[in-house]
């Protein structure tokens, strides 16, 4: 069942949230960018993986954590050596998975 | 159904075998995005299961779950909602709530669009539809390398990694209480793995290795210490920004020198 006002809160939250995924694309994709601002827009992806990373590792759960409790904390630097290592995306997810499972069996 | 009406219209015309090129082409495509999402779709069977079983201790139902996962696809701004809506918080406020938490796709989406100028604008607009926080991350390490994929690379990693999450967070609102632990076979650490050997092809991927690694250092750093006294999403808005701007700075500083 969904009540009319849970699909009106669902709704008005994917509006909100489809105009910044669409709006870019669609409106900056037929107009010429300077130099600087492509340069600028090529940095984003590194600056937002960093910032992702930085906080899927230092919070897991929301809040700055540390060993061991958290576990992620120490699995991120096999994993970071096994991706400067083989460069290789699904090695590096399975190597990271296999370490974490790995470290929760030893540890916890 | 389309597909036969295609071949029965075009079958004899000298363009008959082209056309089925064409289409095999693609097809090849979408299957190969399909094929590239699966660290996305691993880190979503551990977030999706785990977010319907919130959301369903919430008191929000499955179909709504379903909804939410169909529609808003997004991981955090869904946890957020859910929250806002057990805590009796008003619509309106939750929707202004969610487009702060979901801003931050603006970066993203604008970071595409310098790949994508060749596209149809409607092909931009799917593109930018399903557009995550990790299909971005994934999508900018295959555009980082060599040819463009293709829209139907973009589609078919868009359609797997959100039929993943519709399914496994409906799922986990299933199952309630009685799924137990994905964490043990660390699943759970999939994304943030993902992420890591991401930055590090990137990073790799760039002209000027120190530019790079002081503009990943400070987007770490900021989006740790912004957490502190932000809410975590605009951590990372802000650490984009910031890091964003010295990597522009620096890598210009190391090609004019």
Redesign the interface.
């Known amino acids: ?3 009319l ?10 509006v ?3 105009i ?11 107009i010429s ?1 300077p130099e ?1 601002v ?23 759960e ?1 809040r ?1 954590s540390w060993p061991p409790e958290n576990l ?1 904390m120490i ?2 630097i096999p ?2 050596a ?3 290592r083989t ?4 090695g ?2 399975a ?8 470290l ?2 030893v540890l ?1 | 159904m389309r597909r036969n009406r295609q071949q029965a219209g075009t079958a004899g015309s000298p363009g008959a075998a082209h056309h089925g090129a064409c289409r095999d082409a693609r097809a090849e495509r979408y299957i190969d995005g399909v094929r590239d999402a699966v660290p996305v779709i691993m880190g979503y069977t551990a977030i999706g299961l785990a977010f319907g079983v919130v959301a369903k201790t919430a008191g929000v139902t499955v179909p709504e779950v379903a909804l939410m996962s169909l529609i808003l696809y997004a991981g955090s701004a869904q946890f957020v909602t859910v929250g806002l809506i057990a805590a009796g918080v008003p619509a309106g406020a939750i929707v202004v709530t969610i487009f702060l938490v979901n801003v931050r796709h603006l970066l993203y989406s604008a970071a595409i669009s310098t790949h994508v100028r060749h596209l149809k604008t409607w092909q931009n607009a799917l593109i930018g539809a399903e557009l995550t926080d990790e299909t971005f991350a994934l999508a900018s390490g295959r555009l980082g390398r060599g040819a463009f994929p293709g829209a139907g690379w973009f589609l078919g990693l868009n359609n797997a990694s959100h039929a993943a999450w519709i399914l496994c967070t409906s799922l986990g609102a299933v199952a309630g209480g009685s799924i137990t632990d994905t964490r043990a076979l660390g699943f759970d650490f999939a994304l943030a793995a993902m992420f890591a050997a991401l930055l590090v092809l990137q990073i790799a991927g760039r002209p000027k290795l120190l530019a790079a690694v002081a503009a990943a250092a400070v987007g770490g750093a900021v989006a740790l210490c912004g957490a502190l006294i932000l809410p975590a999403s605009w951590a990372i808005v802000t650490a984009t920004l910031i890091a964003a701007t010295v990597g522009m700075v620096l890598e210009g500083r190391a090609e004019k020198a």
């Open positions: 069942m969904i009540r006002s849970i699909f009106l809160i669902i709704l008005g939250a994917a909100v949230t489809l910044p995924r669409v709006a870019p694309l669609v409106l900056l994709s037929r960018l600087n492509v340069r600028w827009l090529g940095f984003v992806p590194i600056a937002v993986l960093a910032a992702l990373l930085a906080q899927s590792v230092a919070m897991p929301g700055l992620a699995a991120v994993v970071l096994i991706a400067v460069k290789s995306l699904i590096t997810v190597g990271g998975v296999a370490v974490m499972a790995l929760r069996w916890g």
